[in-house]
């Protein structure tokens, strides 16, 4: 599900997000969601038999991805970062670029296409992809 209108603190995002979130990032718990989106990136997070959902929200004007559990995961990324961002149409992901914190290491969220795209034009991305024309799209006939 994805949200794009202004909410109240945390509203829209499920208990157990809400919970992370208030307690790993309780600067962000306070602020308006203005987007958010369940994806399909699955971490672990201490589930003996399951991955754990990575949730992410633009809130205020950060996005953050959070994955509630024994061990919970909880990134951010100030907007001006996420704009930066690219969609990799062949992985379904949107690769976030390293942090301050984890030079070494990017970030990547598994979206639609759409869903993508709507949080890289939030973020103010200069060119936020489309996902690429079926082959017989464009085909023209001509009489």
Known sequence: MTVAAPHSAAAGLPAAVRETLAARF???????????????????????LRRT?????????????????????????????VAKAVYNHVTGEVVLPPGRDDAAASFTLALDPLVARSLLVLAGAPSAPLPPPSPSAGIQTHA
């Open 26 to 48: 309780p600067a962000a718990a306070a602020a308006p969601v203005r987007w958010q989106a369940e994806t399909a990136t699955r971490l672990d997070t201490g589930s003996w």
């Open 53 to 81: 959902a990575v949730h992410a929200a633009v809130i205020g004007d950060r996005l953050v991805a959070i994955a509630p559990g024994d061990r919970p995961v909880v990134r951010h990324w100030p907007l001006a970062t």
